[in-house]
């Protein structure tokens, strides 16, 4: 058997041990990760049908049911809370410019 065959067969065994000890975890992000998607997704479900004054009988019930499922989540790692439909602002959005002169007019003394 040639060295490449032998450091071949032994990356091979390398991600097999990798795979098996990766079983069972997810990879899609720490705690909670993506699986708090399809409880926050329910909850904006039940919040849009309230608001539109077609809530479900078990409206608290289904809440309830989703906010707990969320905080289990949260007791094992992070959760994604970021807005996904609405993109970030850009840099230094958030300052407002002042306007052209306005630095220099509030150094100059005042007029007599």
Sequence with gaps: MGFLDKAKAAADQAMAKVDQGLSGV???GTGGGRGADPYLRDLGVLAYLEATGRPPADIDAQRARCNDAIY?????GPVNLALSSQAPPPPGAGAVPPPPGAAAAAAAPPPP
């Design 26 to 28: 997810s990879t899609t």
């Design 72 to 76: 289990q989540l949260e007791s094992q």
